[in-house]
T-cell receptor
Framework: DVKVTQSSRYLVKRTGEKVFLECVQDMDHENMFWYRQDPGLGLRLIYFSYDVKMKEKGDIPEGYSVSREKKERFSLILESASTNQTSMYLC?????????????FGPGTRLTVL | GQNIDQPTEMTATEGAIVQINCTYQTSGFNGLFWYQQHAGEAPTFLSYNVLDGLEEKGRFSSFLSRSKGYSYLLLKELQMKDSASYLCAVSGESWGKLQFGAGTQVVVTP
């Protein structure tokens, strides 16, 4: 079974802090994604990566950056956390090549910025 | 632009059938996914359609009409554990990248 893990289930930070959210997958997937999920807005893509050291902006990249130094790990960085970044953050991975492109999700990190 | 619409909430009784509709307008099309998400948990994959027609998987079926930009997820013989949010997602121009709808909260009552 594919396993996607995230470093924390719940996180509380203060405005202006630098925040790191870590995601690790164990199925050798090429693609990894970071989403945030807010009530009424659904899942919105922040950044994604098709390969190591490669990243592309999603729909809402402002205020975020990412790092992918190893294939299995994709980190989301909030350079200076703000209250409007309080949200549920979900990481996902998927294999590339043929196939349907199904994404496998981690359990999520609920981040509160005070 | 891209737009995916689905109803916000639906309520049905145990044992009944519920149909969740999803309409989409996207640049390109590489398939449509349905995910189930229980409160506080990660979304889990339910179904995938890339060709027109019905895909059946146990109590759940998913239908696609590409010409109409329309899909539905049919949940039969509803059980209390089916109470969850159901997410419609489309793979558009970029294979592997999904655009999600806001989700439909299904409430199953006794």
């Amino acid at each position: 079974d594919v396993k996607v893990t995230q470093s924390s289930r719940y996180l509380v930070k203060r405005t202006g802090e630098k925040v790191f959210l870590e995601c690790v997958q164990d199925m050798d997937h090429e693609n990894m994604f970071w989403y945030r999920q807010d009530p009424g807005l659904g899942l919105r893509l922040i950044y994604f990566s098709y390969d190591v050291k490669m990243k592309e902006k999603g729909d809402i990249p402002e205020g975020y950056s990412v790092s992918r130094e190893k294939k299995e790990r994709f980190s989301l960085i909030l350079e200076s956390a703000s209250t409007n970044q309080t949200s549920m953050y979900l990481c996902a991975s998927s294999p590339t090549g043929t196939g349907q492109g199904e994404q496998f999700f981690g359990p999520g990190t609920r981040l509160t910025v005070l | 632009g891209q737009n995916i619409d689905q109803p916000t909430e639906m309520t049905a009784t145990e044992g009944a059938i519920v149909q969740i509709n999803c309409t989409y307008q996207t640049s390109g099309f590489n398939g449509l996914f349905w995910y189930q998400q229980h409160a506080g948990e990660a979304p889990t994959f339910l179904s995938y359609n890339v060709l027109d027609g019905l895909e059946e998987k146990g109590r759940f079926s998913s239908f696609l009409s590409r010409s109409k930009g329309y899909s539905y997820l049919l949940l039969k013989e509803l059980q209390m554990k089916d109470s969850a949010s159901y997410l419609c997602a489309v793979s558009g121009e970029s294979w592997g990248k999904l655009q999600f709808g806001a989700g439909t909260q299904v409430v199953v009552t006794p």
